[in-house]
C-alpha cells in the first residue's frame, strides 16, 4: 500500500538536461505518474546542444561520447536508438582502453610557422603521458606530494627535462610542447589552470573502455528520442525556477487541500506544490571563483529556503567549475595532412610550462591548445572537476539529499542530481545520466516496501 501511495506522490524535477530526462524516464517507468519537469529555457537538453555551421552540423556543447562501451549507458541508449555509425558500435572500438585520451593522428606546428616532426614531439609527448599516470595513481596510494596536478607536472617536468635532453634547443622546444599538451588538459578538465585540479584526486575520474566517438546527426537526438519516450506535456518550458521553499517554510496545497513539504517557486509567479524536488541545476556553477562565488552566495541564500545546510554550501566552494570555449574557423584550403585529426600549436616562447597566459583579453590566442576538426562554431559552456582542497567526500555531501541525516522531518524532500553529483564520471554526460537514474531509484526505493519486489506489479509497465 505504502509503494502505492507513493505513486501519486508530486514530484518537480528542475533543470531538463540529460539528468533531469533521466530520473523522470526512471520515475515514469516505475509508475510515478505525477512527475512534472520544470526549465529555464525554451529548450530541453542543456549542455546538449546541436547547431548547423553552413552544411555541417556543430556540437556547442558536449560532442564525445567518453568511453563508449556496455558500462557507458548513454553508449547503450545510442545503440537502442541506432544513433550511431557501425565503426563506433563495433566490438574492436568498445575493447580499446585509451585511459580518456585518444589517440588522434596530430599534426604540430610551432609559433614561428614551422612544421615540427614526430621525432621532436614524441618524446616530450610521451613524458608527459607518464607524469599525467602518475597523478592519477597518487588517488589510490592516497599521497599527494604537492597540492595540484599542475605543480607536480611543472616540478617533475623541468627535474626530468634535464636529465632528458642535453641539448638546450630540444630541451625548451620539449618543455614549449609541455606547455601545449597542459593546455590541452586544462580543456580536458574544464579548468583555468591545472595549479588548481587536486593531485590526490586525479585519479578519482574514471574511464571506461572503448575509443571516444561522436553522433553523426549531432548528440541532440539523443535527446530527442529520450523525449520521445515521455508524455508529451511533461516538460514546462520557460519556467525558470527561483525558489525551492522546503521543510513546510511555506505550506503548498492542491485542489484537494492536500498539502506539501516543498513548493517550487517560478520566476513567473507560478508555483508548484510538491513532496520531492530533484535538482539538477549546474550546482557546480556556484562554484567557480571568483566571480561566480558571489554568484553563489546569491544563488544558495535564494535558491533555496531555508539556504542550504553549511557542509553542502562548503562543498559547492570547493569544487571546481571552469569554462571552455569552442572556436570555429573555415580555411579555404586545407594546410594540414590529408589524414591528421588533430592540429596542436606549440609557442616557442613557453618553455618555462605556462598554463595560465598572462593578459588573456589580448593573447587569449596563446591559450589555444590546437583544433580538431569535427565539429563547428562559438560558444562557451563548462563542467566541474574536482578543485585543490577538494575531494570525492564533497561530491557526496552534494549529493547527499535535504534533510540531511539525522533529521525528523519528511524525508527527501529536496534531491541533487546532474553531472557534479558523481564521483567517478563528473564532468560527463553518462555521469549526468547516471546521476539522474540514481535519484529517480532513490525515490523508488524510498517508497517500495523493501522485502517483497515481486508485489511490484507496476513495474512490469517497464
Ligand atoms: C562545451 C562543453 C563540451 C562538453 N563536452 C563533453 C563531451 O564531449 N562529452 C561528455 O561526456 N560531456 C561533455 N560535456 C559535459 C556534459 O555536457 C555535461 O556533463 C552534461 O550535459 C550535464 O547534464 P546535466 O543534466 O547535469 O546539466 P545541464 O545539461 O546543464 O542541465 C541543467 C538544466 O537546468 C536548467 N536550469 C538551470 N537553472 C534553472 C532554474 N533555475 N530553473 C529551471 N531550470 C534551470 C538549464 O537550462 C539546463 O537545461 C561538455 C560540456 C560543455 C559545456
Ligand atoms: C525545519 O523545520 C523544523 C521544524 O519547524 C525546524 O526545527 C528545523 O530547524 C528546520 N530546518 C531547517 C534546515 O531550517
Ligand atoms: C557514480 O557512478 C558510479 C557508477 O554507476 C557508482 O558506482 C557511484 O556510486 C556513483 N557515485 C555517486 C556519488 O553517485
Not at 24 to 31: D, I, P, S
Not at 42 to 51: E, L, N, Q, S, V
Not at 169 to 178: E, G, H, K, Q, Y
Not at 409 to 414: G, I, P
Request: aromatic residues 10%; hydrophobic residues 35%.
Amino acid at each position: 500500500m505504502a509503494f502505492l501511495q507513493g505513486l501519486d506522490s508530486h514530484i518537480i524535477i528542475v533543470g531538463c538536461g540529460i539528468s533531469g530526462i533521466g530520473a523522470a524516464q526512471k520515475l515514469l517507468n516505475h509508475g510515478f505518474h505525477n512527475v512534472r519537469i520544470l526549465e529555464a529555457t525554451g529548450r530541453c537538453g542543456g549542455r546538449i546542444r546541436t547547431g548547423r555551421f553552413g552544411k555541417k552540423i556543430v556540437e556547442i556543447g558536449a560532442n564525445w561520447i567518453h568511453g563508449p562501451s556496455q558500462e557507458n549507458p548513454i553508449f547503450r541508449l545510442a545503440c537502442q536508438y541506432n544513433l550511431l555509425d557501425p565503426e563506433s558500435m563495433s566490438e574492436e572500438n568498445q575493447a580499446m582502453d585509451i585511459g580518456g585520451h585518444p589517440p588522434f593522428v596530430p599534426n604540430w606546428f610551432s609559433s614561428s610557422g614551422k612544421r615540427l616532426g614526430p621525432e621532436l614531439m614524441l618524446p616530450a609527448t610521451s613524458l608527459f603521458v607518464s607524469l599525467t599516470e602518475e597523478c592519477q595513481d597518487f588517488h589510490a596510494s592516497g599521497q599527494e606530494p604537492v597540492p595540484s596536478v599542475g605543480q607536480y607536472i611543472k616540478r617533475e617536468a623541468r627535474r626530468r627535462a634535464v636529465e632528458l635532453w642535453d641539448d638546450a634547443t630540444t630541451r625548451d622546444l620539449s618543455l614549449a610542447t609541455m606547455s601545449m599538451l597542459l593546455k590541452l588538459e586544462c580543456c580536458i578538465s574544464g579548468t583555468h589552470t591545472m595549479d588548481d585540479v587536486g593531485l590526490g584526486a586525479f585519479g578519482m575520474y574514471k574511464t571506461l573502455p572503448g575509443l571516444d566517438c561522436t553522433f553523426p546527426g549531432g548528440y541532440e537526438g539523443l535527446i530527442r528520442c529520450m523525449m520521445n519516450e515521455l508524455p508529451k506535456d511533461i516538460v514546462s518550458f520557460n519556467r525558470p525556477v527561483k525558489c525551492i521553499h522546503w521543510n513546510n517554510s511555506v505550506q503548498g496545497a492542491d485542489s484537494s487541500g492536500r498539502t506539501f513539504p516543498v513548493l517550487v517557486e517560478c520566476e513567473n509567479g507560478e508555483s508548484f506544490p510538491a513532496d520531492h524536488v530533484i535538482l539538477t541545476v549546474p550546482l557546480g556553477m556556484s562554484a567557480a571563483k571568483p566571480r561566480a562565488f558571489r554568484y553563489l552566495k546569491r544563488h544558495q541564500a535564494t535558491l533555496l529556503s531555508p539556504p542550504l545546510p553549511l557542509p553542502k554550501v562548503h562543498s559547492i566552494q570547493r569544487m571546481g567549475f571552469g569554462t571552455n570555449n569552442k572556436i570555429f574557423v573555415e580555411f579555404e584550403q586545407p594546410f594540414w595532412d590529408p589524414d591528421c585529426e588533430s592540429i596542436y600549436f606549440v609557442w616557442e616562447d613557453e618553455a618555462n610550462l605556462v598554463d595560465v597566459v598572462p593578459d588573456l583579453q589580448t593573447s587569449w590566442i596563446k591559450k589555444l591548445f590546437g583544433f580538431t576538426w569535427f565539429h563547428d562554431p562559438y560558444t562557451c559552456g563548462s563542467y566541474s572537476y574536482i578543485a585543490k582542497g577538494c575531494s570525492g567526500y564533497d561530491i557526496d555531501i552534494l549529493a547527499e539529499p535535504l534533510p540531511m541525516k539525522g533529521s525528523g522531518t519528511q524525508s527527501l524532500q529536496v534531491l541533487f542530481a546532474g553531472e557534479a553529483t558523481n564521483n567517478s564520471f563528473f564532468s560527463t554526460v553518462h555521469g549526468a545520466l547516471m546521476s539522474g537514474w540514481r535519484e529517480g531509484d532513490r525515490l523508488i526505493s524510498h517508497y517500495r516496501p523493501s522485502s517483497s519486489s515481486s508485489s511490484v506489479s507496476v513495474s512490469s509497465k517497464l
